[in-house]
């Protein structure tokens, strides 16, 4: 019970952490690719091009990002466990 | 599923509960546990804030840079592309463990790389490198193995960065990072450095060269009838006040990934090649 109050003590302290911090910043969380380096290719005549394989549409690249982020992290996974083996008399769920 | 739980037994159920709420309960040391709780708390800040869908990076974006320059960014990246598999090939046969080895840090470059960090003194994001942890564990060479991996896959599929521009972005992250990280980390061990305080260092300055080289890759094609340095200054200074900190970040991730690793397996850090402050078998 007190795992369970604590637990929902820190989410709830994060979310509103997060909610006061986004609100007292007024900006957009632009890249350095949008506010630096496409801004000075811009002023340099160069814009960037569409991607060949275009994923930025709508929830596509959300959608790329999560598969990428879950294989990374599979692969990541599967190799940590060779390399970093459960110790012997650690519980194998 | 649940019909799948219900079957399973009360001590199976109470075994699984254990280990997951207590994976090391007793054996850990307190550098390990100090270790586990800073991967913990990465892990907490990926899943946190590491797939919005926009995308933040300092890769050249497709179509920046003119021909000429693209293609002279390939052929520089390609001599150490090249250094880099045949290392790969050698190292492998010598010793079976490495490519593991190469497998994670390849899907930790590919991970860090394409996470935008929130850099609130700034209001911008950007994404640290990863290469300064790789070139102290795996080498410089193979970073750029990895790295190159990594950007081809970001640009075929994330939208991040470009096919034409894949050389100078192998340049600027997988050469100059790498070198950059493994110079500062066996220049600093030379001086007496401890291992943790030098991954740092490799990490803060492996991301400020990277970025540093962005900075002159845009100025050396974009600077026109201006001037280069002049440019590469400004751009370099646009970039400061989000890399400043992500620099200082990154050299934290680093240190981290050192310390793990010193923790739990200190064997390891052996088998690449560098020392450990306490020696140890392969655990």
Known sequence: MKKTLLTGGLILALAAGLYFTLKSFNTPWSGVDETVVEKFAREAGRPPRTPLINTDQGDLLLFFFLIAGSAGGFVGGYYFRELFPPKPNQPNV | MNSHCSRKSKKDRNDAKRALSNPFPRERTQGGACALR????????????????????????????????????????????????????????????????????????????????????????????????????????????????????????????????????????????????????????????????????????????????????????????????????????????????????????????WRFIQARRPGLLERVGKQPEKSGGIA
Do not use: N
Request: net charge neutral; glycine share 12%.
């Open chain 2, 38 to 257: 800073l991967s913990t708390l990465f892990a907490a800040c990926v899943l946190i804030i590491g797939f919005p869908p926009i995308v933040c990076a300092m890769h050249i974006s497709e179509g920046i840079l003119p021909a000429p320059w693209a293609g002279l960014w390939f052929l520089v990246s390609l001599p150490f592309l090249a250094w880099g598999l045949r290392d790969l090939h050698i190292r492998s046969e010598r010793d079976p463990f490495f490519k593991p080895l190469v497998g994670l840090v390849g899907a930790a470059v590919f991970i860090i790389s394409c996470m935008p960090v929130p850099v609130p003194t700034a209001g911008t994001c950007s994404h640290p490198c990863g290469t300064g942890m790789a070139a102290i564990l795996i080498g410089p060479s193979l970073t750029v193995v990895v790295t190159s991996v990594a950007l081809t896959l970001q640009a075929l599929f994330l939208a991040h960065g470009g096919l034409t521009t894949m050389g100078a972005d192998i340049v600027s992250m997988g050469v100059a990072g790498s070198l950059a990280g493994y110079g500062v980390f066996q220049l600093a061990r030379r001086l007496g450095v401890a291992p943790v305080t030098a991954a740092f260092l490799a990490g803060l300055l492996s991301d400020w060269t990277t970025y540093a080289v962005t900075s002159f890759e845009l100025a050396s094609a974009l600077h026109g009838s201006g001037s280069m340095l002049k440019m590469f200054l400004v751009i370099g200074a646009a970039f400061a006040p989000t890399q400043i900190p992500l620099g200082i970040f990154e050299g934290f991730l680093t240190a981290g990934a």
